[in-house]
């Protein structure tokens, strides 16, 4: 089990004799499943089914009964095996097609990093689909099988944090959570890279600059264009705004390159809110016969091993990959929202800029 910080003894406890500590009163018990069902109108029985997803319940009462446990803070009572077992194991669940996950270099780093600050645990890799979480992987999630779970990518069920708060499994988000959600979490400052780089851009000389976006309900593809948006009001440039969206993979930027120029001609620099997109960008530019970066210059995000094989090299914003996934499992410890963590980011200039 990961470690635990005991409470500080109250004040005098080491003058008593003997070191002896003052009789407290055990602290009041929290509250019951049926209270839980209590709160939200229902019966036991329909709590139960939610809480565990043991049987399929209706979206409304499922959110009534959901809100009802964060709400006076339910923690699910295991068995005692399951919850006093140190299991070893840190559960890493990536809402990602499995075979994009597996191609994509962003993840194993994250699990390096993890690593590297646990090589005693076991790293317990399950890629969930889109819609809720399965019964079964809830079930086991929540049953004493690991110490800890770190949530990556597109969250597939918006429920899932909470009914891990709610069981009382520690629950660390890799990347800024909905605003809706209070979880820890860890992340790169994404809106400030992104500002840089186009900032980089309008320092080049760079009259119109595009930008290829990443799916606007990431937190990742969000903040980006908001940093992009941003660098384009501070040079009081809002109105030469061009925006096509991508899917963080290449083909997705060489279409939305392709289609940039179809509606811009005049676009004289690209930032891509992703390496892959990026790359897929150069491919695009090259069918067009434009030139980079003498005609077009593109800047990416992220550094990934792509950037530095790309032709021309790929200029870039890096994001410590590594360091966020070390910090997301340190943050287990004690996963506070107030202690959230967000890491700088900083610009690599290459040749295509």
């Known amino acids: 089990m990961l470690p635990v910080h005991p409470l500080p003894r109250p004040d005098g406890a080491d003058s008593l004799p003997g070191g002896a500590v003052p009789f407290q009163s055990p602290p009041p018990p929290g509250p019951t499943l049926a209270q839980v069902a209590a709160h939200a109108g229902v019966s036991s029985a329909t709590a139960s089914r939610v809480l565990n997803r043991s049987a399929p319940v209706s979206a409304q009462v499922a959110a009534r009964v959901e809100s009802a446990a964060l709400e006076l803070r339910y923690v699910r ?17 990536a809402f990602a097609d ?52 770190l949530l990556v990518g597109r969250w597939g069920d918006p429920a899932l944090p909470g009914l ?40 080049a000389g760079r009259r119109r600059i595009a930008t290829i976006a990443g799916p606007p309900d990431t ?24 925006v096509a969206y991508g899917d963080f993979g290449s083909r997705s930027g060489e279409h939305a390159m392709l289609r940039l120029i179809s509606q811009f001609p ?21 069918r067009l016969g434009r030139r980079v970066p003498d005609d077009v210059a593109v800047v990416g995000f992220d550094d990934s091993p792509a950037a530095a094989t790309a032709r021309p090299g790929l ?34 200039v290459r040749q295509s800029c």
Request: proline share 7%; charged share 20%.
């Open 315 to 348: 200029t870039t914003v890096r994001q410590p990959v590594e360091d966020l996934g070390a910090r997301a499992v340190e943050l287990l410890r004690d996963p506070s929202p107030s202690r959230s963590v967000v890491l700088p980011t900083h610009l690599v």
């Open 77 to 93: 009572h295991r068995a005692p095996t399951a919850s006093a077992r140190d299991t070893g194991a840190i559960a890493v669940v």
């Open 164 to 203: 891990l708060q709610a069981a009382g499994v520690p629950v660390v988000a890799l990347g800024r959570p909905p605003q809706s959600q209070r979880l820890a979490h860890v992340d790169a400052d994404n809106l400030r890279g992104a500002r840089a780089a186009v900032r980089l851009l309008h320092r």
């Open 98 to 149: 499995v075979l994009r996950f597996h191609a994509d270099p962003f993840p194993v780093r994250l699990l390096a990093g993890a690593q590297r600050v646990a090589p005693e645990r076991e790293l317990a890799v399950i890629t969930a689909g889109p819609g809720p979480a399965r019964p079964s992987l809830v079930r086991y999630l929540c049953g004493g099988h690991v110490d800890g779970v």
């Open 219 to 242: 937190a990742a593809g969000a903040d980006r264009l908001a940093g992009y948006r941003r660098a384009l009001l501070d040079h009081d440039d809002q109105a030469r705004c061009a």
């Open 266 to 286: 005049d676009v004289d620099a690209v930032f891509a809110a992703f390496d892959a997109m990026a790359v897929g960008a150069l491919r695009a530019l090259r």
